[in-house]
């Protein structure tokens, strides 16, 4: 366990630097062919050649364990206020300046959470409380693998459950040289196993350095030395050359979203308005993983303004953003579900932090979704119902959540194969 004097948990710090190792040993070669520089005019893909109407998927991480009881509050439930006397979110009927913005007369929005207010009213956002995973880590590394790959508590599944979903169904468009996309220095484990898959973390700015004048030679020659390349590395090579030419094709750089929506000036926002113009831009991806790190809050957490404070603006405000700019007529369907490893504890520590908990809170928005309400099967935050007497219990398996939209958004029946060993329960998230 950690201490709650530790602003961030050791244990979170040595993730990142595994992850990027990991990362790193399994893309350095393709990396030393496909890294970055700038390169206009592009035009923009004007001609569709998508053959399914499925829902692109977009797949936000919270890593660090995100605080579910600040995103969505259950301000009717008085335990809440009992447990947190210095970080709880006020009530909606207080005059409090910053207090919560009523939901549906139990939960209510913190300040930095309204920019999804709208989607919420459209009856286009759902919240899903009291969800997680039944794994009882409380390790970010294991909580997050296992939750990526789909089944809790197994170490023996290499593959992810959304590169499951995206190998084990047809592609919407079957000239499509990209599938799937993780905006990242390495590919999220959710994604691992997708054919025509790659982690991209600049979708602007993917190709190869170095002097303009030589590089057409110098892709010929690569091309050329990974074609007798044995498998997967040759397909590799291949999918990364041809990905270089398509989004060559994507002004990114000049691209307007709809309805003067703006997305946040940082990473998140800049990853979700590129995926919203490569989603617009109609080349055949399926699924796009974008992170949002630092929700470790063991010390200061900030509800209304601080650490986490800005983590919501920036998540919500990107959020927001993306669900604007994609009613744009014509547009393909998304549907978007941000999620986090583990919730954090009810009661908050010496430090106005909180440690590592179960229960968390999801978000699923889409024009497809039935929203505009916490689906919850809500437990209580009494002492005496918490898990081990300290956080959330999980009601509601995430699993459900995804599946459900696996099969009735992706068009994938396929759900022993998704979710191996897991039988779902529908929860009515999609109209």
């Known amino acids: 366990m950690h201490t709650p004097e530790a602003r961030c948990c050791p244990e979170y710090a040595e993730l990142s630097r595994r992850q990027f190792v990991g990362y790193s040993a399994g893309s350095a ?232 929506a703006v997305y946040p000036t940082n990473a998140f926002g800049n990853a979700l308005k590129s995926a919203a113009a490569l989603i617009k831009a109609n080349v055949g991806v399926e699924a796009i993983a974008v992170d949002l790190g630092g929700w470790d809050t063991h010390a200061n957490q900030g509800s209304v303004t601080g650490t986490m404070a800005n983590l919501m603006t920036s998540l919500a405000g990107g959020m927001g953003a993306f669900y604007t700019d994609l009613q744009q007529p014509g547009a393909p369907s998304t549907i978007t579900v941000a999620m986090s490893e583990f919730g954090r504890r009810v009661r908050e520590n010496g430090t106005q932090g909180c440690d590592h908990g179960h229960g968390n809170a999801m978000l699923v928005m889409g024009n497809a979704v039935a929203g505009g309400r916490v689906l919850r099967n809500w437990p209580g935050l009494d002492p005496a119902n918490l898990y081990e007497g300290l956080d959330l219990q999980v009601t509601i398996d995430y699993r459900d959540i995804l599946a459900e939209i696996v099969q009735q958004r992706l068009g994938n029946a396929e759900l022993s194969t998704v979710f191996p060993g897991f039988t779902p329960t529908f929860r009515g998230v999609l109209a």
């Open 29 to 260: 070669l393709l990396a030393s062919i496909a890294t970055s520089y700038a390169w206009l005019p592009r035009v923009s893909v004007a001609e569709s050649h998508r053959s399914s109407q499925r829902d692109v998927m977009v797949h936000i991480y919270l890593r660090g364990a995100s605080d579910g009881l600040t995103m969505c509050v259950p301000y009717a439930d008085s335990a809440y206020y009992a447990a947190r006397t210095s970080i709880a979110v006020a009530r909606p009927d207080t005059s409090d300046p910053n207090r919560a913005t009523d939901l549906d007369g139990f939960f209510g929005l913190p300040p930095a959470m309204l920019p999804l207010r709208q989607a919420y009213l459209d009856g286009k956002l759902l919240f899903v409380h009291a969800c997680g995973s039944n794994d009882p880590s409380r390790s970010h590394f294991e909580a997050q693998r296992f939750m990526e790959v789909g089944k809790p508590g197994d170490n023996t599944i290499s593959t992810g459950w959304l590169g499951r979903h995206v190998a084990s169904v047809a592609p919407m468009d079957p000239n499509a040289q990209l599938r799937a996309v993780g905006i990242a220095t390495g590919l999220q484990q959710a994604l691992v196993g997708g054919p025509r898959t790659l982690p991209i973390s600049n979708l602007d700015t993917f190709g190869l350095t170095g002097n303009n004048g030589t590089r057409t030679a110098r892709s010929a020659a690569l091309a050329e030395m990974y074609e007798t390349a044995r498998e997967p590395l040759a397909a590799a090579a291949l999918t990364t050359f041809q990905t270089i030419d398509l989004l060559n094709t994507i002004d990114f750089a000049n691209y307007v979203p709809y309805n003067a």
